[in-house]
Nanobody, 121 residues
């Protein structure tokens, strides 16, 4: 089975930095888009950043200039470097990958279990 496992969340003071990682495992054939979403209490899940297989990126307006998404295809891993964190960034951050695997050759989306990021003021 395909799994996405996130790491790197935690508690940080406002102005600090965190780096999230998400590794995809299983018999993966190819990965297209990879991205990060977040969900704060009482709010809908929203896009943070996405990166295509070609390296093109897109960010939420609130995160431009502070967050950087990048990937290591040799490790099937996507990262999110978060700088100048604000209390409003507090949320559960979810990894997403669109991929083909030996279990399912159709392009399908997979989610990680989520990692908590808490920014104190």
């Amino acid at each position: 089975q395909v799994q996405l496992v996130e790491s790197g969340g935690g508690l940080v003071q406002a102005g600090g930095s965190l780096r999230l990682s998400c590794a995809a495992s299983g018999r993966i054939f190819s990965i297209n888009d990879m991205g990060w979403y977040r969900q704060a209490p009482g709010k809908q899940r929203e896009l943070v950043a996405v990166i295509t297989s070609g390296g093109s990126t897109n960010y939420a307006d609130s995160d431009k200039g502070r967050f950087t998404i990048f990937r290591d295809d040799a490790k099937n891993t996507v990262y999110l470097q978060m700088n100048t964190l604000k209390p409003d960034d507090t949320a559960v951050y979810y990894c997403y990958a669109q991929l083909r695997s030996y279990y399912n050759i159709n392009l399908s989306g997979y989610w990680g279990q989520g990692t908590q990021v808490t920014v104190s003021s």
